[in-house]
């Protein structure tokens, strides 16, 4: 990752990402916020899956979004994601994002996915296996950037 953060995502803004007046057309923001959050979710597993868990496979659907948009990102613009996890006592993950522009930092947008897990079944995952748990708080001791508490958030979105 050359020096970046484990919750870091750089990439372009590709022309078939543009609407007529060379501006991110704003659905691209699921499809980087997607990007995002499994590039942290592969550090926090050490490349390992979250979506096998003891033989059984998990299904994470996205149950809520929002999103502020606070600046323009336009075709060739280098933009930086980041993507935080908010701890949650149960197996709901909360996924946080800031993105902004590399040259300048500018802010583009922010913005929040909420999942539930649910087991191969269709029935919740009401508490990760020990393991997980045990795993998940030593990525957030090891990674503190890499988690949030939201309010920052919360109080823009």
Excluded: C
């Excluded at 949030?148 to 979105?157: N, Q």
Aim: net charge neutral.
């Amino acid at each position: 990752m050359s020096g970046r953060s484990v919750n870091e995502t750089r990439f372009s803004v590709r022309f078939s990402e543009t609407d007529m007046a060379g501006v991110f057309h704003h659905s691209n923001l699921f499809t980087w916020f997607e990007v995002g959050r499994f590039a942290l979710i592969d550090e926090l597993t050490r490349g390992g899956s979250l979506l096998e868990l003891e033989g059984d496979t998990l299904f994470v659907p996205v149950t809520k979004t929002r999103v502020s948009f606070l600046g323009l990102g336009r075709f060739g613009d280098e933009l930086r994601l980041e993507t935080f996890l908010k701890p949650q006592a149960t197996t709901k993950l909360v996924f946080y994002y800031r993105l902004t522009q590399v040259r300048d930092g500018s802010p583009v947008a922010i913005g929040l996915t909420e999942h539930v897990v649910l087991r191969g079944n269709n029935r919740f995952l009401f508490r990760w296996p020990e393991s997980t748990r045990h795993r998940m708080d030593s990525f957030f001791a090891e990674h503190p950037h890499a988690v949030t508490d939201g309010k920052e958030f919360d109080a823009r979105l």
